[in-house]
């Protein structure tokens, strides 16, 4: 017969107060939410801002949440609960800090492995240490069975509020107005700070001392890791790249991924290639030099608008952007004027859409992302159907899409959108049409006929050996594609995970 645990000796009585215990449940619990929504933003630029990415995120932090609730409780019946508190705070305030650094350095050194392998401890070590605070402070609290469930649940009821807290203080204030680094190490100071208000004994203060340190060194650690940003605006770790080739030339990346090029001297300059061949749409679907009133689904560096405004003098661009940070950067740093033909407004593309008259608009452009990804609800027929409302008898709608592989999102975006117009064109490069290879596509939707031979032949003039397929060719292209609709568009496993993107 196996000998029974020994239960640890009974604590003193009032050893840890009632406002300290609330404290230390709120506190905890507000901390692992947190670090969960800034861990989103530390992974964007290299996994992406994916439906894959927020669940493994989610997942993650919930599995933390149960191993270390269950392993707070096993602790707290084996161990003096008083001892272990201290350590657990000083632990996960050493896991916090070092986050940003060993995300950052693991990321850039293009390991997708090694990184989820580290994002995994990093989510897990301080989720878990957290999670275990609960437990252990409610065996301190509960001094008899008559107020067991008094004691339970008011902790518990804590614990919800403070996750709360964290959730919405994180969401509306800490990532608005602070790095994401800062957040992290930050976090971590307050955490090594609790550590030593509760730590007991001089092994427990020593410990803390040690913590303290290694808080101190991952900040500047973070602070010079690769992987920073000019900014961190609501939505994106956004930086703006000099083109060593081209003076003027700059290139807005937003969590890793190019999104805009902008030649400060001539706007006339169209680097990418999807955006050349928008442009060769536009420029042969209307007279040329004509005024245009035109509206744009996502900003950018906002490339097209300003085109427009030079070669077609008049031009109403409106603009809707979700990100006021990216609009800032464009004012800033890409020189960006608006009110002479541009206006620019920070909402998302889908209500600034209802907004819009009906028949108001001669184009309509969708270039919206988040990561690789058109956001799912500007993909659907709902949301085509109003891109088709405020579009006159002759307007066109030209968007741009990215994908890999077997291109199910880009076959199932032109199919939504044949669903509803009288005429669809398709142009991309002959690899990425025929799947061989991934990148950029440009879809064009109207219910007037297109002049494909017009298109193609700027195309051409352009140099950038794209092709056009319309008609059966785009049946055959497009296949049993399913119809995105607001009551089904999964958008994010469509395409293909990770894959890079060629803009």
């Not at 001392?209 to 992987?227: I, K, N, Q, S, T």
């Not at 490339?303 to 003098?313: E, G, I, M, Q, S």
């Not at 952007?321 to 800033?332: K, N, P, Q």
């Not at 319309?470 to 049946?475: C, P």
């Amino acid at each position: 017969m196996s000998a029974a645990t020994t239960p640890p000796p009974p604590e003193p009585a009032g050893t840890l107060g009632p406002n300290a215990a609330a404290g230390l449940v709120f506190g905890s619990s507000a901390a692992v939410l947190v670090v969960e929504l800034v861990m989103l933003r530390l992974l964007a630029p290299y996994l992406g801002l994916t439906l894959e990415t927020s669940t493994l995120v989610i997942g993650l932090a919930l599995t933390a949440i149960a191993v270390g609730s269950w392993a707070g409780g096993r602790m707290a019946d084996t161990v003096p609960p008083r001892r272990t508190l201290g350590p657990l705070l000083a632990l996960s305030g050493v896991a916090v800090a070092l986050t940003p650094v060993l995300v950052r350095v693991t990321g850039s050194s293009g390991d997708a492995g090694l990184l989820l392998l580290v994002a995994t401890l990093a989510m897990f070590v301080p989720g878990a240490a957290l999670s275990a605070v609960t437990p252990i402070v409610t065996k301190l609290r509960l001094t008899s069975l008559h107020e067991t469930g008094t004691v339970v649940g008011r902790l518990s009821a804590i614990g919800t509020a403070g996750a709360i807290a964290g959730t919405v203080l994180t969401g509306f204030v800490l990532i608005t107005h602070v790095a994401v680094s800062g957040i992290l190490v930050g976090l971590g100071v307050l955490l090594v700070l609790a550590s030593v208000a509760v730590a007991a004994g001089a092994s427990g203060r020593r410990a803390s001392a040690v913590a303290a340190a290694v808080v101190l060194l991952g900040g500047v650690a973070a602070a010079a890791a690769p992987g920073g940003c000019d900014a961190e605006t609501v939505y994106h770790c956004a930086s703006v790249l000099p083109d060593p080739d081209r003076d003027a030339g700059r290139t807005l990346v937003l969590d890793g991924v190019r999104h805009s090029y902008v030649d400060l001297d001539d706007p006339t300059y169209l680097h990418f290639e999807y955006v050349q061949a928008i442009a060769s749409v536009v420029d042969t679907a209307f007279p040329e030099g004509a005024a245009l009133q035109a509206y744009h689904l996502g900003g950018g560096g906002l490339t097209l608008p300003r085109y427009l405004d030079r070669v077609r003098p008049g031009t109403n661009s409106v603009v809707s952007e979700i990100d006021g940070g990216v609009v800032s950067i464009d004012r800033d740093r890409l020189g960006l004027e608006t009110g002479n033909g541009i206006e620019v407004r920070v909402e998302d593309g889908r209500l600034g859409l209802q907004r819009l008259d009906d028949h108001s608009r001669d184009l309509v452009v969708g270039d919206a992302f988040g990561g690789i990804s058109v956001p799912w609800h500007l993909t659907t027929r709902e949301a085509m159907t109003e891109v088709r409302r405020v579009l006159t008898a002759e307007g066109m709608y030209v968007a741009n899409l990215i994908d890999h592989g077997p291109l199910a999102f880009a076959r199932s975006a032109v199919a939504t959108l044949r669903d509803l117009f009288d005429h669809v064109a398709l142009t991309a490069s002959p690899a990425t049409l025929s799947r061989e290879g991934g990148g950029n596509l440009v879809v064009i939707a109207s219910d007037s006929p297109v002049d494909v031979g017009a298109v193609s032949a700027r195309l051409d003039d352009r140099g950038t050996g794209w092709e056009m397929i319309t008609g059966a060719e785009l049946d055959d292209w497009v296949g049993d594609a399913q119809v995105l609709t607001d009551d089904h568009a999964p958008v994010d496993q469509l395409l293909t995970p990770y894959a890079e993107p060629a803009s």
